[in-house]
């Protein structure tokens, strides 16, 4: 049986931010919230929970040792669960890491286009933002990055790996070159590896600190992306073996912004769920391939990246000023605008593909009939 296979009519009853913040017959394909049922693990440790009212303070434990259980088998990675630290979530646990590694009022380096937390929220707090920008083709571009570090005002980066929106998966050679770079300039590498479980089944996600070099660096992450449970708050904060005695001195509130529920139900699915993640990953890729051979018909295209259940698509082949805005008006469908993303990229789209092919067509054909 599909996973992304939910029908519409109970889609529609959800009332998470999706489902809700455009009018009821405009088809939603926005924010990163997928149209899948919980799998199998998370809904038994969820039934389990209201059993027995396992409702209680947090047990730290459980999402670190599932974390670590599941980075070794996955990516080889090996990590001391005792050492690493949950926290309310990613862009909230990115915050925190910002505000205590990197001097006030200084420079943070991101990759636009970028995931707008990245840019536009609490990340960087009173930092200022400094754009190395991607590759045409979504790839870190190294003489944009080591023009970036090596300004006097920069102290960090912040690294989006796999990338929100292109979907690109970094190679360790570009990770390598990468720690290599911070090093010697002095700049804080904070990597955002929320997506790193939703890859391509021929492609191969690097975590961070898994590359030499990476020690001085951090990871934020969760299993919320991959498992879909943005509702339960839960992320991790994972030091690099120097920097893990600095991070454990951050205060306790840090790990107390975790709930109970969001560190139980991600570990149960890193412990459970790993063949539906199997399935998922093989149904997103899937679903890039479909876009990428419905696309033409209205004159757009794409080429399927490796990693998240994210498509970046160009829309200016429409010709339509504010293409998001005018799509949603005219064709009942909603993208996230692209502007969201870096402020030159209003022609572009982000297309959420964690939905049924059916869904995907008719996406497809509303912009067709957006265009008239
Ligand atoms: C790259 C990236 N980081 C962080 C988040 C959000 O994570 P959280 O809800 O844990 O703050 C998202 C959500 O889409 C994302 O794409």
């Known amino acids: 049986m599909a996973i992304l296979d939910l029908d519409l009519d109970v889609l529609r009853q959800r009332t998470s931010m999706k489902w809700t913040r455009f009018e ?3 088809l939603p394909l926005w924010v990163a919230e997928m149209d899948v049922l919980p799998p199998p693990g998370i809904t038994r440790a969820m039934r389990h929970v209201l059993e027995i009212g396992d409702l209680g303070y947090p047990g730290y434990d459980s999402l670190p040792r599932a974390f670590a259980a599941f980075a070794e088998a996955t990516w080889g990675l090996r990590l001391d669960a005792a ?5 309310a979530d990613v862009v909230s646990g990115m915050a925190v890491l910002v ?12 990759n636009t286009p970028i995931y707008p937390p990245f840019r536009v929220s609490g990340a960087v707090g009173d930092r200022h933002l400094v754009e190395a920008v991607l590759t045409s083709e979504g790839r870190l571009d190294f003489e944009a990055l080591e023009a970036a570090f090596a300004r006097e005002d920069v102290a960090g980066y912040l690294l989006c790996n796999p990338h929100n929106p292109f979907g690109t998966v970094h190679t360790p050679e570009e990770l390598e070159a990468v720690a290599r770079l911070a090093r010697l300039h002095h700049v804080v590498v904070i990597s955002d590896e929320i997506h790193g479980p939703l890859v391509a089944p021929d492609a191969t996600f690097t975590p961070y600190l898994s590359v030499p070099g ?3 660096g951090f990871v934020v992450t969760s299993a919320s ?4 449970l943005a509702a339960l708050k839960a992320g991790l904060l994972i030091a690099g073996s120097e920097r893990v005695e600095a991070l454990w001195k951050l205060p306790y509130e840090v790990r107390a912004g975790s709930s109970h529920l969001g560190l139980l139900l991600q570990a149960a699915g890193l412990d459970n769920d790993r063949d539906w993640l199997v399935q998922l990953n093989a149904e997103i890729a899937a679903n890039k391939e479909l876009l990428a051979s419905v696309l033409p018909e209205v004159g757009l295209s794409y080429t399927p990246s490796q990693g998240t259940y994210l498509a970046w698509v160009d829309a200016s082949p ?3 000023p504010h293409p998001a805005v005018t799509l949603r008006a005219r064709g009942r469908v909603a993208f996230n605008p692209g502007t969201d ?4 990229c209003g022609q572009w789209v982000r297309i959420n593909l964690a939905t049924s092919p059916a869904v995907i067509r008719e996406a497809v054909r509303r912009i067709g009939a957006a265009r008239g």
Do not use: H, Q, R, W
């Open 24 to 26: 009821p017959d405009v």
């Open 341 to 344: 993303y870096a402020g030159d």
């Open 214 to 216: 990476s020690e001085n």
């Open 225 to 228: 992306k991959a498992f879909n």
């Open 318 to 320: 429409l010709g339509f």
């Open 83 to 87: 050492k690493i630290m949950p926290c």
């Open 99 to 110: 505000d205590a590694f990197t001097p006030a009022g200084s420079g943070i380096v991101i």
